[in-house]
């Protein structure tokens, strides 16, 4: 059995990168440290030791880096009462600053995420940005949120004049991007929503986090068709989304099914096996011939009434080849054993005094509808974010804008079919109105998926004067908690009994440092620092606090069903079904201990871990006796606080 003592930090990511680089190369460890030296040597040719090499570079990245690598020690604070389905749902709403949220996620939802899409601040000039704070991040963000007094609150727009206008947002973006990619799924995707300002720094900086050879595309969307006014010489009409995924994926991977109109138009011929159209066997490629797929030319031969067969004879006298009409020898897209198992769907037709090839395409194979490649410009009116502002504003029964400019839903429903995400987490961590998780409760409810939302958005105050304040919205998380509660009643009463079992819920949790006390001795009065010590957590801080904290620091996911229970008028929660057991009362006996090991038991977990505060024990020698009850008792790791 493991004995932890938990802190109030998370992973430290640094730390992690060495282990893994020593396994690699276990050479390289010299009095426990790496040397670099040594690395080079091993990687060989791979090095590029020269002075003068293409680089991308900013004033401050590596404090950025740091900051990524720095452990956090914060926590997330569960929020019951502005939840909705507390008990059942799997969907989260993370108030808090997304580069410490994200950090605190590490353990819990690392190689988790489906899908990710973000829609940042562009930096245009008066967009939301804030310099994070390198000594500490979670007071930083109390301050600037207005949690805690201060002089003069950091948040401020990134203006061209302030003189660093690129650096502050690289500086902001490239910290969080480094650590939503470990969040990612091996054949996970990530959408960027940007424009013309840093698009360009953006793909230099998703080359470098993501890799240059995982870059999927750049997907124009008319947004805008009137154009912005403001603009100074060109009204722009559009905005971009960036694609990369974790790893490199095969061709298709990002399709999506054709809807019922276009399978309608498209496949227009129908027979015995369902509705059909009709391909050219030939590659209509002319990179690609008998110069070099030699494999793919050969002869059909073909009747007078159109039959085909692969050998001549005197009722097959058509000789056809995948020759185009000015003499180019072609090939075909079928390998010839390919095309004699396939012979059933191929076709042939008398073509402007020549014979052709075609195959049958149908549009349901096995079940599986027709799918098709997005194009490069999305230019239907529902990508529009006057569409977007619509559908927010009914929502709310308003013409004010309480919300300048949301994203269109179909947008982000787009993106989502292209991850192929159909049971799985969206994760936006720049949510703004919540609009990705208003797109995942609509799609669940049209193909009946069973996806998963992480919402996380900064709680920015609204400005007093704004329409938003005006309706009794303090911040932007208010709005976006609002959304979710009205879009998620909306789409159940609009489908009825086929959104029954709809996920319309969230649990809302909330930025904030540990729960457990650090160990600040005051040179005045250490006696009363000794006595502050005895308690181990924050005042004012819940059993539930802590509870999720401990879940966190484990990576267990925060949507595990909580329960508590009594053992001898102690209380124990059980996290997961037993995976986690936390008691955090005092004068913990042997008994309650026993209690526990019958509760897991019946449970019957795989694995299972007991925590309890380290002063929480009757005696030494109670704590001595728990430990060997548990280890007997088939218990993985015990653990105090």
């Not at 105050?461 to 911040?475: F, H, L, M, V």
Request: net charge negative.
């Amino acid at each position: 059995m493991i004995e932890t003592r938990l802190t109030g930090e998370t992973p430290d990511l640094a730390q992690d990168n060495i282990e893994k680089l020593k396994e690699l190369f276990p050479d390289i460890v010299t009095d426990g440290k790496i040397d670099f030296d040594k690395l080079k040597q091993d990687l060989g040719d791979y090095v590029d030791d020269s002075a003068e090499r293409y680089n991308f570079s900013w004033n401050g990245k590596g404090q950025a880096l740091r900051l990524a690598q720095t452990p956090s020690t914060g926590t997330l604070r569960p929020c019951k009462e502005e939840s909705k389905d507390w008990d059942t749902t799997e969907n989260l709403y993370i108030e808090g600053d997304n580069l410490e949220v994200l950090k605190l996620l590490q353990k819990s939802y690392h190689n988790m995420v489906k899908m990710i899409y973000i829609d940042p601040p562009y930096n245009t000039g008066k967009d939301f940005v804030y310099p994070d704070n390198f000594k500490d991040s979670i007071e930083n963000y109390k301050s600037i949120t207005g949690q805690t007094d201060s002089e003069g609150k950091n948040i401020s727009n990134n203006s061209e004049t302030s003189g660093r206008y690129h650096t502050d947002w690289l500086n902001m973006m490239y910290p969080r991007l480094r650590l939503a990619r470990n969040l990612l799924t091996d054949d996970g995707v990530i959408f960027i929503s940007i424009d013309e300002n840093e698009v360009d720094n953006l793909k230099k900086l998703c080359n470098e986090v993501l890799g240059e050879d995982n870059f999927i595309g750049q997907i124009t969307a008319l947004c805008n068709p009137k154009g912005r006014s403001q603009d100074k010489y060109i009204a722009n009409c559009h905005d971009y989304l960036v694609i990369y995924s974790k790893i490199s994926l095969a061709k298709g991977d990002l399709s999506i099914g054709k809807n019922d109109d276009e399978i309608d138009s498209d496949y227009n011929l129908e027979d015995e096996n369902g509705l059909f159209r009709e391909l050219e066997l030939r590659n209509t490629h002319r990179e690609f011939g008998k110069h070099n797929r030699p494999n793919l030319y050969y002869p059909f031969y073909v009747s007078e009434m159109g039959d085909i067969s692969f050998s001549k004879n005197e009722k097959y006298k058509n000789i056809v080849f995948p020759n185009w009409e000015d003499g180019f020898e072609g090939c075909w897209t079928w390998g010839l054993e390919k095309a004699n198992s396939e012979k059933n769907l191929l076709v042939a037709k008398h073509v402007r005094g020549r014979w052709k090839i075609y195959r049958k395409a149908y549009a349901n194979i096995d079940g599986e509808g027709p799918l098709k490649q997005m194009k490069s410009i999305w230019t239907d009116k529902k990508y529009h974010t006057e569409k977007g502002q619509s559908i927010f504003n009914d929502l709310f029964n308003t013409k004010d804008k309480i919300f300048q400019a949301p994203k269109s839903i179909d947008l982000i429903i787009d993106c989502i079919k292209m991850s192929q995400l159909k049971s799985g987490i969206v994760l936006d961590f720049f949510s703004g109105s919540a609009t990705a998780a208003h797109a995942v409760m609509q799609l669940n409810a049209v193909d009946e998926g069973n996806r998963k939302f992480i919402m996380v958005q900064l709680p920015e105050p609204t400005d007093k004067n704004s329409e938003a304040a005006k309706a009794g919205y303090d911040n932007i998380c208010e709005i976006g908690k609002e959304r979710i509660r009205r879009a998620g009643e909306k789409i159940k009463e609009e489908k009825g009994l086929l959104a029954q079992n709809l996920d319309i819920g969230f649990k809302v949790l909330k930025l904030d440092t540990s729960n457990i006390r650090k160990w600040h001795p005051k040179g005045n009065d250490l006696e009363a620092s000794l006595l502050d010590a005895i308690n181990n957590y924050v005042v004012g801080r819940t059993e539930l606090d802590i509870v999720y904290e401990i879940m966190l620091k484990f990576g267990l996911d925060l949507t595990y069903s909580v329960e508590e229970f009594i053992i001898e008028a102690k209380k124990v929660y059980s996290i997961g079904f037993g995976v986690l057991m936390i008691c955090l009362d005092n004068d913990i006996t042997t008994s309650i201990a026993k209690g526990i090991l019958e509760k897991v038991q019946a449970l019957a977990p795989e694995t299972t871990r007991v925590v309890f505060k380290d002063n929480g024990f009757k005696t030494d020698s109670n704590k001595t006796n728990i430990k060997e009850i548990l280890k007997c008792g088939g218990i993985d790791e015990f653990i105090t606080l």
